[in-house]
């Protein structure tokens, strides 16, 4: 038995997973500022536009955040915490509301240390800093590493940007994220 409920587990993660990260990553590319254009835009737009477009009406963009995107992620790491207290046998729900709210934040960082990382292993090859992709990719972790290019410019061809944003982002997860976790466990 422990082995299907194993199964079960990996399964909604998955699922969940795929459709949580699209959701944000939709809010994050709005909230950057990528073109419509771009292709990878237009595969998240196309897949996310079901839920989204009805629920503008009721949830409006605030700025540059498209709001829907963000409480549709939500509701589904609600929805996904709430499988998995079912599978645990557990009956919590009420208990998960800021629960899901951190593991949403949650994402989000781990989003742009992905994106960030993405974005240093193809700096080492020249020839792509030229494709839309990485200029894409670019422009995404940008509000993330600027602010320490700004204090820390290239040297000698190196740039540690990427490296003290990442180190950041970390900390965040460990100072922030994690005591707000704790926090919302215990409401």
């Not at 629920?55 to 996904?80: C, N, Q």
């Not at 290019?149 to 994220?177: E, H, K, M, Q």
């Amino acid at each position: 038995m422990p082995y299907i409920l194993s199964a079960a587990i990996f399964l909604i993660q998955t699922a969940f997973g795929l459709f949580i990260g699209l959701f944000l990553l939709r809010f994050l590319l709005i909230a950057v500022g990528v073109p419509f254009h771009e292709p990878i835009c237009q595969f998240v737009y196309r897949l996310t536009n079901p839920l989204i477009a009805p629920l503008r009406r009721f949830v409006p963009r605030w700025r540059k955040f498209e709001l829907a995107a963000l409480l549709i992620a939500w509701l589904l790491v609600l929805l996904e915490s709430m499988l998995l207290e079912v599978l645990f046998g557990r009956m919590r729900f009420f208990g998960l509301l800021a629960p899901a709210l951190v593991s949403t934040l949650d994402w989000i960082i781990w989003i742009e240390l992905g994106a960030i990382l993405i974005y240093c292993v193809l700096s080492f090859f020249p020839s792509m800093r030229y494709e839309d992709g990485y200029r894409l990719l670019d422009r995404f972790v940008a509000p993330v590493v600027n602010p320490f290019r700004r204090w820390l410019p290239p040297v000698g061809g190196f740039d540690f940007s990427c490296w003290f944003a990442s180190v950041a982002l970390i900390l965040t997860r460990l100072l922030v994220i994690a005591p707000l976790a704790d926090l919302a466990a215990r409401l």
